[in-house]
């Protein structure tokens, strides 16, 4: 029979927990297929379970069944579903995949390979949908932080995203894995633990046993797991992709990869490898010249390699362009480094550094 609230407001309180599950997709636009794919379950179920809401609730049809959604406030318009609070995926969710495993690559132009075969993603925005999901990769993301950061002030005016969803599930699906890698809960998606091995993820590990190494003074080991992690980055992070997040996360992964250059050359001036180091140091001063840690870096190996006139020329360089771009003066640690290369202070400039 139909409930009413005593407010006057329907309620979905006394349907089962895979018919508000169905309730939720109607109300979101998604057709029959769309909702079966994206709850894992045959599609005259669906048709099924749409049938028992209709008649428990006493609706008219699925027209009436997506105002109900609404009324109810199991789906909040122009917002899609309300936040609701966390509870955890259920079991099922959090097995890890048997099977091949499909890997995501953010540090370029977004990139998906399932048994090393290339992906077609979609378009830009569906593909920044995934990007958010990869970089959120071991939580749960709403469905309103997906507006907020692939879409920003201007959200669409349709539920795209249980669409853009249900069709990186097909795109992404793995034979002989679970029905999809995109896990979803009453507080958004998630990707599967174990389900796709993710670039970003991979450079986090590298930069930690990197420290590990560093603090160990095994340094040679050091310098290896920041050549692999810095290996991984393509080009400039999720490039072309739009929206506020994808803009955020490049910025910080740029700079996540000019510390770790920093932090592996340091180690290299440690080890002596001074001439390795010079060139690609020298590189990034040209491409950042008011870097000061860099410069300091440059004019160490510069003068440890034998250079001494060349790093006081960096120095020169350096300070001139901070005095007419920024009005500054170099800083402690420029002003140090210059100080110990006039003194010759050999042994303090072979130790200094920033990879701590």
Partial sequence: ?????????????????????????????????????????PEDAVAGYLARILAELGLR????????????????????????AASPLPPTATRRVAGPRLRISLLGPLRAWRDGQPLDL???????????????QGRTVSQQELLDGVWGEEPPSTKVVPVYIYRLRKILHVVGGPD???GRDRCGYRLLPGAVAVDVARVEELVSAAGRAGRAGELTEAVRACSQALDLFRGEPLAG???????????????????????????QLQLGQH??????????????????PVAAMLMR?????GRQVDALT?????????????GVYPGPMLRRTHQMILRGDEARLGLTGTAQ
């Fill in 314 to 326: 960096v120095f020169d360089r350096t300070r001139r362009r901070l005095a007419e771009e920024l």
């Fill in 122 to 136: 979609g378009h830009l925005r569906q593909q920044a949908v995934l990007a958010a999901l990869a970089l959120c």
């Fill in 1 to 41: 029979m139909p409930i009413t609230a005593t407010t006057g407001q329907p309620t979905v309180t006394t349907l089962r927990h895979q018919e508000r599950e169905v309730l939720y997709a109607v109300g979101c636009g998604l057709r029959n297929d769309e909702i079966a794919a994206a709850l894992a379950i």
């Fill in 241 to 267: 992709l739009p929206g506020p997040l994808a803009e955020l996360e490049r910025l910080r992964l740029t700079e996540r990869r000019i510390v770790l250059v920093q932090r592996k050359l340091d180690w």
């Fill in 61 to 84: 049809d699925r027209a009436a069944a997506i105002v109900h959604a609404f009324d109810c406030g199991l789906v909040a318009p122009g917002r899609g579903p309300r936040r609701r």
């Fill in 180 to 182: 999809s890698v995109i």
């Fill in 275 to 292: 001439s390795e180091a010079i060139a690609e140091l020298s590189a990034l001063a040209g491409a950042q010249p008011l870097n000061e």
């Fill in 301 to 305: 190996a510069l003068y440890l390699g």
